[in-house]
C-alpha cells in the first residue's frame, strides 16, 4: 500500500470531494493512523491538530463521509478523496461544503445556504469546529 | 479584503478546482504575497516550500491558472480556487491533474491519460516539481 510522505509534523492534507456533485466539502490533515483507518474502515477520519487526536468526521454529527476512493498527487504530499457525506451539511457550521464563502474585492459573500441548524446537531462544543 | 489565517510557517493551502469540469487540479501553498498576486494579477501563485520563493503557476510551461473564483473556509486556514487552465495539463509530471493515481489494496494506479511530454515543456529541469 502506497504510503503518503508526511509532512515534518506527521501529517497530510486531504481533499474531500462530494463523488456524486465534485464540490470539494473540506480539507482536513491526516496522520498515518488516521489515514490507515480512511481506508481500512471505510469512514474518513482525521487528526485534528487543535485537539491533537483522531476523529472520524460524523462522530458527534452523524454526518460521516464514507470513503470511495483515495488519490495522492505527484509528488505524494497530499490526498485526494472521494467520499459520500452522509447528512446535510460536512460544515460544521450547517453548509453542504466548509467552503460557502468566497473572496470578493468588496469583502466575503456567502454563496450556500445553511442545510442544518449547528447548534441542533453539535450543541455548544462544536467539537468538529478546528481541522 | 478578507485575509486569510496563514500556518506558523506563514503558508495556507489552496486547492485548485478547474472551473468547468469540477476535477481537482492540485494542491499548493500561498504566502501573504501569493495570495495577493492570485487575486490581484488574475494568475493563481504559490510560494514553492523546496525552493522558497514565489512561483506563478506556468512560468515555466506557460499553463498558467487564471483565478476565477476564491472561497475560504470556515476555519479561514484553507482556499479553495475555482480557476481556468491554459493548457493541457497542470501537472508537471504531464497529467491534467497532478491526482492522476488512485491508491488500491494491490497498490497505485494510474487513472488519467498523459496530455503532453513534461520533458518537452519543462526540459529536464522540471522546475514545478516542487510545492
Redesign the interface.
Known amino acids: 500500500?502506497?504510503e503518503p510522505k508526511y509532512q515534518e509534523d506527521g501529517l497530510i492534507?486531504a481533499?474531500i470531494?462530494d463523488r456524486h456533485?465534485?464540490?470539494?466539502l473540506?480539507?482536513g490533515y491526516m496522520n498515518a493512523e488516521a489515514y490507515r483507518q480512511t481506508?481500512t474502515s471505510g469512514f474518513v477520519t482525521f487528526y485534528s491538530r487543535s485537539r491533537r487526536k483522531l476523529w472520524t468526521k460524523g462522530e458527534v454529527s452523524g454526518h460521516h463521509l464514507l470513503t470511495r476512493?483515495?488519490?495522492?498527487?505527484?509528488?505524494q504530499?497530499?490526498l485526494?478523496i472521494q467520499a459520500d457525506l452522509t447528512g446535510p451539511g460536512c460544515?460544521?457550521?450547517g453548509?453542504r461544503s466548509?467552503?460557502?464563502?468566497?473572496?470578493t474585492?468588496q469583502?466575503?459573500v456567502i454563496?450556500l445556504d445553511r442545510e442544518f441548524d449547528p447548534t441542533r446537531v453539535y450543541g455548544e462544543k462544536h467539537p468538529e469546529?478546528?481541522?
Open positions: 500500500m502506497l492534507p481533499i470531494q456533485s465534485g464540490k470539494v473540506m480539507l481506508l476512493e483515495v488519490r495522492v498527487d505527484c509528488d504530499d497530499a485526494l460544515c460544521h457550521l453548509y466548509c467552503f460557502f464563502r468566497k473572496v474585492p469583502g466575503e454563496i469546529s478546528q481541522t
